[in-house]
């Protein structure tokens, strides 16, 4: 995928899930983590049910990937533990 046409479509539909998810992971890759987190924390807040869960599905994989020594990572769990209740 085109990485700027990615991150294109999800700031013009923040509601299309899927382009969130692929956002987040191309900020991953670029090193932008934190903001990745951020973004799809954002998401867990507006969805319910199906889309919901993968998006939290989706950031806890992130999470795992980036380890839970990762400072960014203990934030973004509180963020989203916040979000879920």
């Known amino acids: 995928a085109d990485p700027q046409a990615a991150l294109a479509t999800a700031a013009s539909d923040p509601d299309d899930v899927d382009a ?36 939290r599905q989706h950031l806890v994989g992130l999470f795992t990937i980036a380890g839970p020594e990762d400072p960014a990572v203990a934030s973004a769990r509180r963020a989203l533990a916040s979000a879920l209740f």
């Not at 900020?27 to 049910?49: C, F, K, W």
């Open 20 to 55: 969130q998810l692929l956002a987040a992971d191309i900020e991953v890759l670029s090193g932008l983590a934190e903001q990745a987190y951020q973004r799809l924390v954002s998401v867990v807040r507006r969805t319910t049910g199906e889309d919901r869960e993968k998006v």
